[in-house]
């Protein structure tokens, strides 16, 4: 299958049959597997500061299904959430990993990077040496990956994570190592945003990305854009009230702001999405996220003008403090 056939087929995902993408990606992985081009995607995935959101909405994979994913298209080397390993002997694996991959392993960064407290907020592992933290493992494991992927907007921007006050002193992936970083931003990501991106790091390398680092083939269009009920926007017809079938502009959408395929890609197995249920989008997906979206169901126009809350004139931008033990710290090896 060429590059741009498979670029069009992620596009419309939503619009061919169910396991369109199953079908075509699957067998190419075990065409490589049996060929001369290597097999899976290797990956290492380390979950830092979020809610656990994106990997339960990567569980909801539908084609291919997860354990299509584990099975069929990554080798899942570490993963602090999903493998059963503990303590000294997952941190062997990780070490192991790192080893015997280097170079060739997409690092999945899941959530932001604390900063402050000398990094101690987000602990990885305990290690001989002391405390490995999300800092540490980031910038080691950045340094030797083929990819560095950031899933969910806490990675790809710092998110959540990272709102005022921003007490932890949260950052986004992009901020704390070199080198380019795949931005697949959402909260939660939408499955096929990430298994799609998994797929074309595994058949052709990095995708196109964006100004902001994430794959134009998902984050190519604003909402405001494809959404159904834009012609209303167009003639300036408002909903009053929630559960209004009119544009959700005048209850707060950030639709016009925000770059996703949601209104035609939908979620839990393509069914339905935030404005598809009633709910303005609350542009979970941009860089400004959640700062510049609340009050969720205050106008645009008016949201910017606002005073977030817990903001004063001192923490107006979210303080990147960076901890006295990552300072300087290149690239910390576990253990040594
Ligand atoms: S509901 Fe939101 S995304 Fe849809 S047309 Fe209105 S402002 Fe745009």
């Known amino acids: 299958?060429?590059?741009?056939?498979?670029?069009?087929?992620?596009?419309?995902?939503?619009?061919?049959?169910?396991?369109?993408?199953?079908?075509?990606?699957?067998?190419?992985?075990?065409?490589?597997?049996?060929?001369?081009?290597?097999?899976?995607?290797?990956?290492?995935?380390?979950?830092?500061?979020?809610?656990?959101?994106n990997n339960i909405s990567f569980l909801n994979t539908a084609a291919p299904y997860a354990d299509q994913v584990f099975s069929g298209m990554i080798d899942l080397l570490y993963s602090n959430t999903f493998m059963a390993a503990q303590g000294r002997d997952a941190l062997w694996l990780l070490q192991d990993a790192h080893e015997r991959?280097?170079?060739?392993?997409?690092?999945?960064?899941?959530?932001?990077?604390?900063?402050g407290g000398r990094g101690r907020f987000a602990v990885i592992a305990w290690t001989p040496a002391g405390p490995l933290t999300a800092y540490d493992a980031v910038r080691w494991l950045g340094s030797a990956a083929e990819y560095v992927v950031a899933l969910g907007t806490c990675a790809a921007f710092g998110g959540p994570s990272a709102a005022r006050p921003n007490p932890t002193g949260c950052a986004a992936v992009s901020e704390v190592i070199d080198g380019t970083v795949i931005n697949v931003s959402g909260c939660p990501v939408?499955?096929?945003?990430?298994?799609?991106?998994?797929?074309?790091?595994?058949?052709?390398?990095?995708?196109?990305?964006?100004?902001?680092?994430r794959p134009v083939m998902f984050y190519g269009s604003t909402?405001?854009?494809?959404?159904?009920?834009?012609?209303?926007?167009?003639?300036?017809?408002?909903?009053?009230?929630?559960?209004?079938?009119?544009?959700?502009?005048?209850?707060g959408c950030?639709?016009?702001?925000?770059?996703?395929d949601c209104p035609y890609r939908l979620w839990v197995d393509h069914v339905s999405w935030p404005v598809k249920a009633n709910t303005p989008c609350i542009g979970c997906t941009n860089p400004d996220f959640p700062d510049g979206s609340t009050p969720f169901f205050?106008?645009?126009?008016?949201?910017?003008?606002?005073?977030?809350?817990?903001?004063?004139?001192?923490?107006?931008?979210?303080?990147?403090?960076?901890?006295?033990?990552?300072?300087g710290r290149a690239s910390p090896e576990p253990g040594s």
């Not at 490589?32 to 990956?43: C, H, T």
């Not at 991959?101 to 900063?115: D, F, H, M, N, S």
């Not at 949201?303 to 107006?316: F, H, M, S, W």
Request: charged content about 30%; glycine content about 10%.
């Open 101 to 115: 991959r280097k170079q060739r392993y997409t690092l999945v960064v899941e959530g932001a990077i604390p900063l």
């Open 190 to 213: 939408n499955p096929d945003w990430f298994v799609g991106t998994l797929a074309h790091l595994l058949l052709y390398g990095m995708p196109e990305l964006d100004e902001r680092g």
């Open 1 to 53: 299958m060429r590059r741009a056939e498979f670029e069009r087929l992620c596009r419309n995902w939503p619009f061919e049959k169910g396991d369109a993408l199953t079908g075509a990606v699957l067998p190419l992985v075990r065409g490589r597997l049996a060929g001369q081009r290597g097999g899976k995607l290797p990956v290492i995935w380390i979950e830092t500061c979020d809610s656990g959101d």
């Open 254 to 260: 950030a639709g016009p702001k925000t770059y996703a």
């Open 223 to 251: 909402v405001h854009r494809h959404c159904q009920r834009r012609s209303y926007f167009d003639q300036k017809v408002f909903a009053q009230r929630l559960g209004d079938r009119e544009c959700l502009f005048s209850l």
């Open 298 to 327: 205050t106008p645009l126009p008016e949201k910017a003008r606002l005073p977030q809350k817990g903001e004063t004139a001192e923490n107006r931008k979210p303080p990147r403090v960076l901890g006295d033990a990552a300072r």
